[in-house]
């Protein structure tokens, strides 16, 4: 049976991403992709997309706003412009979206299963099956709008749907994966993200087959009219019915309503592990990169987290603000995004995967070796402060091609006379 992992809030986020990163976010993508499947094969990339924590992760790495629903439109959108060029390659193919995109699903389903000799209708009929059950069968007050299927080349898949409750400005996301599915309507989920609503009505729970046999026999004795001159005599008599079943715990990431990356968003541990290691691994592994000019400590240190992302255990993903460390967020959260510093950790990862797929895979091993130097120093690894940390990075921001959704960061002169002026 299909495993459920977990569940998240995640404030419901307007705006669009400008295409210096959405470009960006593309190549990023699809390189930290390539490497997954070069270590660990497809089906481990279809788990690692069907996992919540390690999904709003991956968005973070990439310059998206951290905490928000835009990671999931956003990082569907990379990789479907990403992984459509390298479908043919890497047996992966990403169909669906946002809004109309969704609804092109199906037709894209049967494409891809004549292309490449897999049962097309069928996924197509699994992908209406998904969107039908969020969106009917859990009525948890969340509408859906986006729906991403990602399939390959052997017909296995994982979907990542979202819906949105504008009421409550928040939204939910839904996982499934394909492997060890046995039914569409028997606790299917990989996982469910989102906030409680109370009483969920979640007609696919293991539990409600008794109610879902008895809701056909039902229909069958009484009719439509039959059923709600029932529904009216319960409603005008105010029975009481029992509480539901308690729900065993699952894991939960809350994702907080304000937009600032805080230190308590942030394990510091594994933050001062992951800086520990670009500093001690850095001038051993990656010498000869360091001597390339503009390319420094800098780069490596974005490296060591892009390496957690492709190599990290499951529970290390459990504080997805952590990785926007590495290229800040197009909001200037926790700082605007360093351009030069993202282009060159782009250049590193994709040169390190071209010669690891010509048998040349030093420069991966060592990209990999900095997750593992991380998870040996986080445990007495000690360093900076989150907030000196952020300072340091505004500060120099200018200097790395800081860029937001605001514009282009001027110099740190500039910015104090400008900061003064508003002050006056």
């Not at 960006?24 to 993508?29: D, K, N, S």
């Not at 409603?235 to 990356?261: K, R, T, W």
């Not at 921001?397 to 910015?415: A, D, I, K, N």
């Amino acid at each position: 049976m299909a495993r459920r992992a977990g569940s998240a809030d995640l404030p419901l986020h307007g705006g669009h991403v400008p295409k210096w990163l959405g470009d960006r976010m593309t190549r990023l993508g699809a390189v930290i992709t390539e490497a997954i499947v070069l270590e660990y094969g497809r089906d481990e990339l279809l788990r690692r997309l069907a996992h919540p924590f390690w999904f709003q992760s991956f968005g973070a790495v990439m310059g998206m706003d951290w905490h928000s629903s835009g990671i999931t439109t956003s990082v569907i959108g990379a990789l479907k412009r990403g992984l459509t060029p390298l479908s043919a390659e890497l047996g992966i193919h990403v169909c669906g979206g946002r809004g109309n995109h969704s609804r092109q699903t199906p037709h894209e389903l049967v494409a891809i299963g004549d292309r490449v000799g897999i049962d097309g209708a069928a996924l197509a009929r699994a992908s209406r099956l998904v969107a039908k059950v969020d969106s009917a069968a859990v009525q948890d007050g969340f509408d859906l709008y986006l729906h991403g299927f990602i399939v390959t080349d052997d017909g296995h898949w994982v979907v990542v749907q979202q819906g949105m409750n504008g009421d409550r400005h928040q939204a939910r996301r839904y996982h499934w994966l394909s492997e060890g599915l046995q039914s569409f309507v028997d606790s299917p989920h990989a996982a469910i993200d989102g906030i409680e609503q109370g009483v969920i009505v979640n007609l696919t729970d293991r539990r409600a087959d008794a109610s879902r046999r008895r809701q056909l026999d039902i229909l069958g004795e009484l009719g439509p009219d039959g059923i709600e001159r029932q529904l009216a005599k319960l409603e005008a008599g105010g029975s009481e019915s029992p509480g539901p079943e308690v729900q065993p715990m699952l894991p939960h990431l809350v994702m907080p309503g304000h937009h600032d990356v805080r230190p308590a968003d942030i394990v510091t541990r594994r933050l001062h592990g992951n800086l520990a290691a670009a500093a001690e691994c850095g001038p051993r592994d990656f010498s000869e990169l360091l001597l390339v000019p503009g390319v420094g400590a800098r780069t490596v240190r974005a490296l060591a987290q892009v390496a957690e992302v492709v190599h990290g255990a499951p529970y290390r993903f459990s504080d997805p603000a952590r990785f926007s460390i590495a290229h800040g967020g197009k909001d200037r959260h926790p700082y605007p995004v360093p351009l030069k510093v993202y282009d060159r950790t782009i250049g590193v990862l994709k040169t390190a995967v071209q010669k690891a797929k010509l048998g040349q895979s030093e420069e991966l091993a060592a990209i990999k070796r900095l997750d593992e130097q991380a998870r040996r120093l986080e445990g007495h690894a000690s360093g900076a402060s989150v907030e000196a940390l952020f300072a340091e990075e505004r500060a120099r921001s200018h200097e790395y091609g800081g860029r937001s959704v605001f514009g282009v960061e001027p110099p740190l002169q500039q910015t104090a006379r400008r900061s003064g002026e508003r002050t006056k």
